[in-house]
């Protein structure tokens, strides 16, 4: 059942990857634009003789040359000058020889922008999108953009695109998107071709669009745009030609990977890991996806740090796992934000070091609105841990998490550390406490943690009453591994009066669903006749569906079951385990049964 939730877990986190780094192109940071030749520039005279050209003495001309040459552009501004005002803006925005303050930048970006100089308009466009420096406003953006637009600016044209287009928290609105690409194509713009093309293919003017945004990424391709190739590939691989085609979205993926693209690197390395369309190669795979991180995709980082963290395609190695959580949060990625606290918080892979802990929670629990980041907060602050104790903080956390639809699994999270002794002192009490509160929520995570304690006793005092209980609710919820236990509980009676028939009920459901434990559970009931009439023909197809292989630990089951049956019943025998095969059987298989079996009763 684990490896399984940690495939699930781990497809989640690929496609959570693959959707931040690739459903749409990355999206522009602020380009910072530097002075064109004509602009007036400061002598770089030094007025320091030789002599005096080393240690302190040095650094202090080099400083009283910056303060002669900002007091000179400021100078230049007050006599007119306004392209001395975009040098100032440049200079304070980037923190060139002066200290960054981008308070300071808006305002002299500001004094060009109003004698409208197309770099200031588009510079201070950006900071009013971004909210540096100013508040941040949106509509005053667009304005901006529109003026160096009418002036003819392709830049502040493809600007307008992508707001438009939905980016930066704009709604979307393709038709004003698609002009003004457009329009910057008209001025030679292969960006804002590529642009539209995606536009094209994911939607706007619908299957007519399609076909001519594909037309133009295939122009594309051709003439070199390999971000054009992995853009064909997405096509082919989400089937928005017709049809899902994974060999031609491979070949697109594969022929921009090996032209330097990290996009091709990474939709490749994913494919090659989880085996779509080609043999799996974990390590193959993770090392593509590594080398997309290297490039700097935000998707790849958070993804090969997971890989890192547990073990996949790599060594495990916490260390290297810290460096490209860290790398992917300051990308801006919300899981990435949570690693890094749970990293410091429990001093695995980093130096435990719980303000920082606090500072990361904080900024996954109030951007991101992350309910598991908000619930540690809480219990940190409820157990003084890292922090003061505060029961106000601690409650307004906790109903802070109370809005996210991933609440109840949060609360599963948490007490799980506790039962770990995970940053937390190791406390079963308060571990079950959280479980029962998510439980009761209607987790069947937790409702299976929970019975599983209660059955094994492992660290409470063993109850089968209790674990049944739990068991069952998870099971009226569809769980299979809470049926299959269930029905374990049945046939060897604990915590309920022994009943085979009642077992193989539990257990037949959850074998009509795929889980190997139960099949093979239900083999050995039919090879036995408990709770079932006996048959080993049916025996020997649920335990042939459910092995990956015959091993010394099986070998005497499926071998009894061979020489019990006449050669009439063995073909019977096969052909339904072939079908049961393609009914019930895994597609992919990862690791041996290891299941609790019980052949007989006592």
């Known amino acids: ?7 699930v877990k781990l497809s989640f986190v690929a496609c959570l990857a693959l959707l931040v780094s690739a459903c749409s192109l990355p999206k522009p940071k602020t380009v910072v634009t530097t002075c064109p030749p004509c602009w007036p520039l400061v002598p770089a005279a030094d007025p320091c003789p030789a002599s005096l050209s080393t240690g302190s003495r040095s ?84 304005c901006l953009y529109e ?31 698609l002009y003004w690409y457009k329009k910057a194509i008209e001025c030679g713009s292969v960006e804002a071709e590529y642009q539209i093309s995606w536009l094209l293919t994911h939607g706007a003017r619908g299957r007519s669009g399609l076909n001519l945004g594909l037309e133009i990424l295939t122009d594309q391709a051709e003439h070199g745009n390999v971000e054009a190739w992995v853009s064909i590939g997405d096509l082919y691989y989400e089937g928005r030609l017709g049809c899902r085609d994974l060999k031609r979205a491979l070949e697109y993926y594969r022929s921009a990977a090996n032209c330097g693209s990290s996009e091709g690197a990474f939709r490749l390395g994913m494919m090659i890991f989880f085996g779509e369309c080609v043999t799996k ?35 495990k190695d916490l260390r290297r796992a810290s460096y490209w959580y860290l790398k992917a949060a300051d990308a801006g990625l919300r899981h990435a934000d949570v690693e890094v606290g749970d990293m410091y918080f429990s001093g695995k892979g980093l130096p435990r070091y719980l303000e920082r ?28 841990r890292g922090v003061p104790f505060s029961l106000e903080k601690s409650v307004a956390y906790y109903k802070r998490a109370q ?72 099971a009226l919820q569809g769980n ?70 015959v091993d010394d630990n099986t070998a005497y089951i499926i071998f009894d079951l061979v020489d019990r049956m006449n050669p009439n019943l063995r073909e019977k025998a096969v052909l339904l385990s072939k079908r049961y095969h393609e009914k019930y059987g895994l597609r992919h298989r990862h690791s041996k049964l290891n299941s609790r079996r019980v052949t007989t009763r006592s």
């Open 1 to 7: 059942m684990k490896s399984n939730l940690y495939l």
């Open 59 to 142: 650094r202090e001309c080099k400083l009283d040359r910056v303060a002669g040459n900002i007091a000179d552009l400021k100078s230049q501004v007050e006599c007119g000058n306004v392209y001395a005002a975009v040098c100032l803006g440049e200079m304070y925005l980037k923190g060139c020889d002066v200290p960054k303050d981008a308070e300071q930048a808006a305002c002299w970006f500001n004094k060009a922008a109003n004698a409208c100089i197309p770099v200031a308009l588009i510079q201070l466009g950006h900071m009013y999108r971004d909210g540096i420096g100013v508040p941040r406003n949106l509509p005053k953006a667009i």
């Open 147 to 177: 003026k160096a637009a009418h002036m003819g600016d392709v830049t502040a044209k493809v600007a307008l695109g992508e707001m438009y287009r939905g980016w930066f928290g704009m709604p979307a609105n393709y038709e004003r998107s």
């Open 281 to 315: 190669n974990e390590k193959e795979g993770a090392e593509l996806i590594l080398r997309a991180a290297n490039a700097g995709l935000p998707g790849a980082q958070l993804l090969i740090a997971h890989l890192y963290r547990d073990g996949k395609g790599f060594e």
């Open 357 to 384: 802990a606090v500072h990361y929670y904080d900024i996954a629990a109030k951007q991101n609105n992350d309910a598991y980041a908000a619930l540690m907060l809480s219990a940190m602050y409820s157990n003084a």
């Open 403 to 474: 809005h996210s639809s991933l609440f109840l699994l949060a609360e599963y999270k948490v007490g799980r550390r506790f039962a770990a002794g995970y940053g937390f002192k190791r406390d079963m009490n308060e571990a079950i406490r959280w479980y029962q509160l998510a439980a009761n929520g209607g987790l069947a995570l937790a409702q299976v943690e929970l019975g599983d304690l209660f059955y094994t006793g492992r660290g409470v005092l063993q109850d089968f009453q209790e674990a049944y209980y739990w068991y069952r609710r998870a």
């Open 480 to 549: 299979t591994y809470a049926e299959n236990m269930l029905g374990l509980m049945w046939l060897n009676g604990q915590g309920v009066p022994e009943d085979a028939i009642q077992a193989a009920g539990w257990i037949r459901r959850a074998a009509f669903k795929r889980a190997r434990q139960a099949q093979y559970q239900l083999g050995l009931l039919y090879s036995e006749g408990l709770g079932v009439p006996h048959s080993d023909v049916m025996a020997y197809a649920w335990i042939d569906t459910a092995l990956e292989d």
